[in-house]
């Protein structure tokens, strides 16, 4: 990928390691984020000598993205506010972030012929039953009144514009991730279960797993959500086409927590919390979230690598080192 390559949300958790990977790779990039919940230390990290511009700047800002899409023939679009807790707290920002956002990014995208890889999300499957989920599936939502689904609603309107757009000459992939996971992961910005299940982990608080704790998920070491979003970009019969980018690996959480726990030798005790308690505005769940990999293997040549034991180890030591290190600053 040699021409230059705009990153969105690049200071974010998955951003960050893409921009990694894509440096790594010898790409010139530039990265646009609001640093609302991407950090300076994301993008730090990197060699001073490296082909890096830091714009800060946000997805909503027309004329901002107007004028960066046109300066790079390769957008990805990762800047979204994400996150469950972040969505139930605050459901408006989210939802104009979400669709004027990528409505910019799109748009812009169309105007100057870049090519775009949209981040979209496995929330768009909902609370469906029909696992594994195919990219051909229907979609099943609660009401409206329960915020949780704005964020999948959201991302299907992204989604449905970027179709749209297709429809017209953009040239257009979208991958949905599956609960990405790694170094850098924290509790504030991208707020994962594993996040929070290690940060109470390691200070000896309880361990909340909500509900029974037999809701499952496919934990996807964030390299491997990287590799799939990199091929989507390279591949020219990914144009126009939508991808479950994940892990095979299905985990309740219960059995999550007490890895986590086993892991890091941890006293914590696992205690069961309610939805009720744990969301007071109302809640629904995910049952079971599991990805059909079968397109992104036959298109892509995507299969994931890493273990969830192989990458919660890599995890947990950059947690120790990192959480710790945070917890003396404050
Ligand atoms: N979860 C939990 N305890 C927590 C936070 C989350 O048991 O303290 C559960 C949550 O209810 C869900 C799963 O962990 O069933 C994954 O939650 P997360 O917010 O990471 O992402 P989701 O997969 O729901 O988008």
């Known amino acids: 990928m040699s021409e230059p390559i705009l990153v969105t949300g690049g200071a974010g958790f998955i951003g960050s390691h893409l921009v990694d990977r894509l440096l790594a790779d010898g790409g010139s990039v530039t990265i646009l984020d609001d640093f609302s919940t991407g950090h300076e230390a994301n993008v730090s990290a990197h060699p001073s000598t490296a082909p890096l511009r830091v714009v800060r700047g946000s997805v909503t800002d027309e004329r901002l993205v107007d004028t960066l899409v046109a300066e790079h023939p390769l957008v990805f679009h990762l800047a979204a506010a994400v996150g469950v807790a972040h969505i139930m707290s605050d459901p408006v920002a989210s939802l104009h972030t979400n669709v004027r956002g990528t409505e910019n990014v799109l748009a812009a995208a169309h105007r100057y012929g870049s090519r ?191 273990s969830l034991d192989a990458g919660l180890a890599l995890t947990l030591a950059w947690c120790r080192a990192h959480y710790a290190a945070a917890g003396e600053r404050r």
Request: charged share 25%.
């Open 116 to 306: 775009v890889v949209l981040a979209s999300t496995s929330e768009i499957y909902g609370r469906s039953t029909e696992v594994p989920f195919k990219e051909t599936a229907n979609r099943v939502l609660g009401p409206t009144w329960i915020h949780r689904w704005s964020y999948s609603t959201s991302k299907a309107v992204d989604e449905h514009l970027a179709f749209a757009y297709a429809e017209q000459g953009l040239r257009v992939s979208i991958v949905r991730y599956f609960n990405s996971y790694g170094p850098r992961i924290d509790e504030r910005g991208y707020g994962s279960v594993i996040a929070r299940f290690v940060t109470q982990a390691l200070s000896g608080e309880p361990i909340t797993v909500h509900g029974d704790g037999q809701q499952t998920r496919c934990f996807t070491y964030v390299t491997d959500t990287v590799e799939g979003t990199v091929l989507a970009a390279r591949r020219k019969e990914a144009l126009g086409n939508v991808f479950n980018i994940g892990s095979a690996e299905e985990v309740t959480i219960r059995d999550l927590a007490e890895r986590i726990r086993r892991m890091l030798g941890s006293a914590s005790q696992l205690t069961l919390v309610p939805y009720e308690a744990a969301y007071p505005t109302g809640f629904q769940d995910t049952p079971r979230r599991v990805p059909d990999l079968g397109r992104a293997r036959d298109v892509l040549g995507y299969s994931p690598t890493v």
